[in-house]
T-cell receptor, first 116, second 112 residues
Framework: EPEVTQTPSHQVTQMGQEVILRCVPI?????FYWYRQILGQKVEFLVS????????KSEIFDDQFSVERPDGSNFTLKIRSTKLEDSAMYFC??????????????FGPGTRLLVL | DQQVKQNSPSLSVQEGRISILNCDYT??????FLWYKKYPAEGPTFLIS?????DKNEDGRFTVFLNKSAKHLSLHIVPSQPGDSAVYFC???????????FGTGTSLTVIP
């Protein structure tokens, strides 16, 4: 069964450093998402991406964050200058269609980011 | 801003019995709801969804009930199995947006 993959599984970085989290969505999916979950808290939507542009973003997704689909398979989340509060599990998800088909949002296993 | 709330952080149920997981929301504009299951070290897995035009949706052992007037939804698992032990999240969205608001999750333990 096709699945969303994410690399790395764990990332430790120093405050102020840039990090890039990578995701490979399911190949025939057109919509891509990033979520995060701070330890002990709820899963929070960050951004959705379609047709090479951001379609929706939350208040969390400020100028420090950016997303890119650099080629036909990867979908990346970049944090330019990490802060301690960016420490969280970051989930990538993809879906074949838009919200009507949102039940088919498939999640990756997550990348645990720790900012020291 | 907790627009979606799961007030029970944990629930224990005997195998074979019914598990009922509850979720409340505050935004009356929410019109699409999902339940996800999450095992440790894995991403959330979609379980079942319901739109606001329905009050019930069933898929095998899983049934979701929606009470719009009470802004409440619940997930029923019958019969519960040990493999159902996981954290369950409800999520909601409004209009045509792709942004889902998640609850904090309920950890279900099914005791053999």
């Amino acid at each position: 069964e096709p699945e969303v993959t994410q690399t790395p599984s764990h990332q430790v970085t120093q405050m102020g450093q840039e990090v890039i989290l990578r995701c490979v969505p399911i190949s025939n999916h057109l919509y891509f998402y990033w979520y995060r979950q701070i330890l002990g808290q709820k899963v929070e939507f960050l951004v959705s991406f379609y047709n090479n542009e951001i379609s929706e973003k939350s208040e969390i997704f400020d100028d420090q964050f950016s997303v890119e689909r650099p080629d036909g398979s990867n979908f990346t989340l970049k944090i330019r200058s990490t802060k301690l509060e960016d420490s969280a599990m970051y989930f990538c998800a993809s879906s074949e269609g838009d919200r009507v088909g949102a039940q088919a949002q498939y999640f990756g296993p997550g990348t645990r980011l720790l900012v020291l | 801003d907790q627009q979606v709330k799961q007030n029970s952080p944990s629930l224990s149920v005997q195998e074979g019995r019914i598990s009922i997981l509850n979720c409340d929301y505050t935004n009356s504009m929410f019109d699409y709801f999902l339940w996800y299951k999450k095992y440790p070290a894995e991403g959330p897995t979609f379980l079942i969804s319901i739109s606001s035009i329905k009050d019930k949706n069933e898929d095998g052992r899983f049934t979701v009930f929606l009470n719009k007037s009470a802004k409440h939804l619940s997930l029923h698992i019958v019969p519960s199995q040990p493999g159902d032990s996981a954290v369950y999240f409800c999520a909601a969205s409004e209009g045509t947006g792709n942004q889902f608001y998640f609850g904090t999750g309920t950890s279900l333990t099914v005791i053999p």
